[in-house]
Structures are given as structure tokens and as C-alpha cells.
């Protein structure tokens, strides 16, 4: 079975930009829940979608969004980036909203300049 | 709310000696505790988990954590470390009735030949 993807891997983008990350879960998996990860704050929570409604928000500004699809795949958008939305962006998916086997994809390294 | 600590964020041993990643926890209501391990450029893994029953819970690679109630721990042992060992471990915990992960801040562990 495959594990869980994300496209891209690594992103360049300027600050003021946006961007979109896309997550692809485990077939049959129907939650996703997306996470960012820095060398100062470790590893925080951001969202879950679960049968294509967000179901838990972490504490994040409102440039930070996300949708899932019908086909459980996910994306988050990032508005209006800022020098300290460089991060390692992951995505994790289980397969039901608040389920406790987290499947983690590789992440998507975002650099903003 | 729940919140984890991780004392150390680095560590080192030598190959063959015992490991030992220590966390706390903090949570109103029984607690689910995990450990994931992190190699470069890779997403997160899961090692072990506790959710109830035994205390002593046996994960994979030949880790092994303890759920202590009264001391809100739940540190992570190897008895002998193996050069491949070296990485970054995360300490997590959510609840039954939680729909969100806290992670620790992470441990890097190093392995000396």
C-alpha cells in the first residue's frame, strides 16, 4: 500500500507570495491533519479534515487554509507569506478524524525569501 | 489541554550503550502517549504507542517506553544503541475524546562509534 505523498518536496518562494501544498493520504484514509515544523517550536498543529470538513484548527493566522477533496486528498494555502513561514510542512493521515495511528508524509520543505 | 516536555534536546551515547529519551506529560484526563523517530528529510514514524492496558509498552527497533502515572512520564529505553539509531525523536500525546496531537520539542540522538 502507499504511503502518504506530498508535492512538492522543496519550494522556493518570495515573501508577499502564495503558495499550495498538496497531500495525497493512504487509500482508505479518509483524515488528514497537517502540521508544521520548525527548529524553535518543534512541531504544531495546524488542521484535520475529515470527509472534506475541517474538523480541529490549530492556532494559526487566517493566511493559513486548507480544503480536502472528495477523494480524500488534501491542500493547504498559505497567503501573503512571511520570512517565518519557512518551515518543513507535514501531513499526516489516519483513517478516521482523531484516529491514533498518524501516518506521516515525507514534507514539503517551504523556504521564503 | 495537554502538553509534552522533553528533557535534553540533545543526546548522545556510544554504540552499545543504553538509551534513554525522557518525556512529560501533561493532561487532565487519561492520556495516549507516542513516540515517533524522525531520520533526515523523512516525515515522522511511529516507534510505539500507549493507549491503556500494560504500562511497559514494547515498540519497534527494540524500544521500549514505560507509562508512569504518578511521575506523568513516559520515557523512551533502548538497552543497546545502534549507530542507525542516531535521529530525532518526538514525544507525543492526545486523548480519547482529543482530536489533536501536542508533540514535544523533540530529542536529537547521536551515536558515537
Redesign the interface.
Same mark, same amino acid.
Given at each position: 500500500k502507499a504511503g502518504?505523498t506530498q508535492t512538492p518536496r522543496y519550494l522556493i518562494k518570495t515573501r508577499g507570495q502564495q503558495v499550495t501544498l498538496s497531500c495525497s493520504p493512504i487509500s482508505g484514509h479518509r483524515s488528514v491533519?497537517w502540521?508544521q515544523q520548525t527548529p524553535g517550536?518543534? %512541531?504544531?498543529?495546524l488542521f484535520?479534515y475529515f470527509s472534506e470538513t475541517q474538523?480541529?484548527k *490549530?492556532n494559526f493566522p487566517g493566511r493559513f487554509s486548507g480544503r480536502q477533496f472528495s477523494n480524500s486528498r488534501s491542500e493547504m494555502n498559505v497567503s501573503t507569506l512571511e520570512l517565518g513561514d519557512s518551515a518543513l510542512y %507535514?501531513c499526516?493521515s489516519s483513517l478516521a478524524?482523531?484516529g491514533?495511528?498518524?501516518?506521516? *508524509?515525507?514534507?514539503t520543505r517551504l523556504t521564503v525569501t | 489541554a495537554q502538553s509534552v516536555t522533553q528533557l535534553g534536546s540533545h543526546v548522545s551515547v556510544s554504540e552499545g550503550a543504553l538509551v534513554l529519551l525522557r518525556c512529560n506529560y501533561s493532561s487532565s484526563v487519561p492520556p495516549?502517549l507516542f513516540w515517533?523517530v524522525q531520520y533526515p528529510?523523512?516525515?515522522?514514524?511511529?516507534l510505539l504507542?500507549y493507549?491503556t492496558g500494560a504500562t511497559l509498552v514494547k515498540g519497534i527497533n527494540g524500544f521500549e517506553a514505560e507509562f508512569k502515572k504518578s511521575e506523568t512520564s513516559f520515557h523512551l529505553t533502548k538497552p543497546s544503541a545502534h549507530m542507525s539509531d542516531a535521529a530525532e525523536y518526538?514525544c507525543?500525546v492526545?486523548t480519547a475524546?482529543?482530536?489533536?496531537?501536542?508533540?514535544?520539542?523533540?530529542t536529537s540522538l547521536t551515536v558515537i562509534p
Open positions: 502518504v491533519s502540521y517550536q518543534g %512541531l504544531q498543529f484535520e474538523r480541529n *490549530g %507535514l499526516a478524524s482523531g491514533l495511528e498518524q501516518y506521516f *508524509g515525507p514534507g | 495516549y515517533y528529510n523523512q516525515g515522522l514514524q511511529l504507542k493507549t518526538f507525543a492526545t475524546t482529543g482530536n489533536q496531537f501536542y508533540f514535544g520539542t523533540g
